[in-house]
């Protein structure tokens, strides 16, 4: 297989941390997010291995113009890290507010995944990384909207692997706690969440090419929390 990777939400957080990463380990990269002044920053960090193509991945055009540059780089991994975060309780969310979650979150990742999946399959396999949360397994307090994209995510993918297997294609869900990012900053114990840059670290070394076995689900813990 190849040794490119195309990650989505790749300007910041944990998708900023993961491009270093994959760029450290020798991988040519395709990278997306809606913010282009922090893309063109990103890209210039690591050089003429990135290429970058942003865009909403809501609209179809951004989609067509990612699968054209992943088939031409002959794309084996792609990472679906793009999202965005709602702190609402149910009462204060609206449905507009919802479906840009879920448009957000899940289908921009569906989407994208099940367009670049049949390249996938003839060329011999691939492997799709999901970033998801532990919100994914269960629900918190002003989060239901957030943690029912996650969960979608979860049902959406286990499922997928199954049809997937033969094809040589592998799934691994990533389900993280609070991290030190953009979205969490600011909250009291925030300097005890998970580092971006560990967890990158732990997620690259995940995309071996393994031969008999797939790592279905890696669950990210912390190891300090507040008293």
Request: with cysteine; aromatic share 8%; net charge neutral.
């Given at each position: ?5 195309l990650?989505?939400?790749a300007?910041?957080g944990?998708?900023k941390?993961?491009?270093?990463e994959?760029?450290n ?5 395709i990278?997306?997010g809606r ?9 210039y960090?690591i050089?003429?291995?990135g ?7 809501r609209?179809k055009?951004?989609?067509d113009?990612?699968i054209e540059?992943?088939?031409?780089r002959?794309v084996?991994?792609?990472?679906n890290s793009?999202g ?13 507010e919802l479906r840009?979650?879920?448009e957000?979150?899940?289908f921009?990742a569906?989407?994208?995944t099940?367009?670049?999946?049949p390249?996938?399959?003839?060329n ?14 269960s ?6 909207a957030y ?7 979860n ?5 997928m692997r199954y ?6 294609v ?11 990012t953009?979205?969490s900053?600011?909250r009291?114990?925030?300097d005890k969440?998970?580092s971006?840059?560990e967890?990158?670290?732990l997620?690259v070394?995940?995309c071996i ?5 797939c790592?279905?689900?890696?669950r990210?813990?912390r190891?300090r929390?507040?008293k």
């Amino acid at each position: 297989m190849s040794n490119s990777v195309l990650i989505t939400g790749a300007s910041q957080g944990l998708g900023k941390a993961m491009t270093h990463e994959f760029y450290n380990k020798g991988y040519n990269l395709i990278l997306n997010g809606r913010d282009k002044a922090k893309l063109d920053l990103l890209s210039y960090e690591i050089g003429i291995k990135g290429i970058v193509i942003p865009g909403d991945l809501r609209e179809k055009n951004t989609i067509d113009r990612l699968i054209e540059e992943a088939e031409k780089r002959k794309v084996s991994i792609l990472v679906n890290s793009a999202g965005v975060y709602l702190k609402k309780t149910v009462a204060e969310t609206s449905e507009s507010e919802l479906r840009e979650v879920m448009e957000t979150n899940f289908f921009s990742a569906v989407n994208l995944t099940t367009r670049i999946l049949p390249f996938f399959v003839v060329n011999g396999g691939g492997t799709i990384i999901n970033i998801n949360s532990v919100a994914g397994d269960s629900g918190s307090y002003g989060e239901s909207a957030y943690a029912a994209s996650k969960h979608a995510i979860n049902g959406f993918f286990d499922s997928m692997r199954y049809e997937v297997a033969r094809g040589s294609v592998r799934i691994t869900n990533v389900a993280l706690g609070a991290m030190q990012t953009e979205m969490s900053y600011g909250r009291e114990d925030w300097d005890k969440f998970i580092s971006p840059e560990e967890a990158a670290k732990l997620i690259v070394s995940s995309c071996i090419d393994y031969k008999t076995l797939c790592p279905n689900e890696i669950r990210i813990g912390r190891t300090r929390y507040s008293k």
